[in-house]
């Protein structure tokens, strides 16, 4: 029978220890990468800055001096899943949104809107996405829905959401005698421009 020497049990316990340590630095790191906390005031407020929407293949934009988005945050301080919703912005407040031919417009929410953080901060700015937009657009003999999402970038530092991609659409047969003027169409791209503050808005890992 071979004797099992100090030298092999060391060994042993030294990789023992490895595997242990590996482990316990393991779980943590996997929780905060799937992981995110919101915290913030109730009601959040983005207050809009810039905001256009651009009717890509028509080339018709939409400018608006004042477009804020309002709700909650849900469970505000508690962790929750990568794309888990952060909160719900049931609130659109728009004015003096114009086009140059259909003149004054008007953006009413058609239903409440969702926020969420897809994935890991790196440094203060964590990937996130608004959900669920919906609006009904209105101009002179001009009316139609817009349906889809906006992703984006949020920086805790500064509260600050920049659009970075959109899979609006234009989501109904537009109606009026102006849109066709407009060239605005069914199933069409609509990009965002322009950017929100959410002051108070933190987001921790996990």
């Known amino acids: 029978m071979k004797k099992i020497t100090s ?6 316990a030294a990789g023992a220890l490895a595997v242990g340590t590996v482990a316990a630095m393991s779980a943590p790191a996997q929780a905060a990468a799937a992981d995110y906390t919101p915290t913030g005031p109730n009601p959040v407020v983005f207050v809009g800055s810039n905001v256009s929407f651009t009717a890509d293949d028509a080339g018709q934009t939409l400018t608006c001096e004042v477009f ?9 301080g ?6 888990a919703s952060a909160g719900t912005l049931d609130n659109l407040d728009s004015s003096g949104c114009t086009n140059p031919i259909a003149g004054d417009t008007t953006v009413q929410p058609t239903g409440a809107w ?7 901060e790196v440094g203060s700015v964590s990937p996130a996405v608004l959900r669920n937009v919906t609006a ?6 001009c009316d139609f829905n817009v349906a889809g999402a906006v992703t984006g970038n949020f920086d805790d530092s500064t509260g600050l959401f920049t ?12 109606v009026g005698f102006v849109c066709s003027i407009l060239g605005l169409a ?3 791209s609509v990009s ?3 950017s929100w503050t959410a002051a108070g808005l933190t987001i921790t890992n996990p």
């Open 78 to 83: 508690t962790s929750r899943a990568f794309g």
């Open 163 to 174: 659009p970075t991609g959109s899979s609006l659409v234009i989501s109904d047969n537009p």
């Open 114 to 120: 969702d926020v969420a953080i897809t994935g890991a």
């Open 68 to 76: 804020n988005l309002e709700g909650s945050i849900s469970n505000s």
């Open 136 to 141: 009904f657009v209105s101009a002179a003999n």
């Open 186 to 188: 069914q199933g069409q």
């Open 7 to 12: 030298r092999v049990l060391t060994g042993l």
């Open 192 to 194: 965002v421009d322009g």
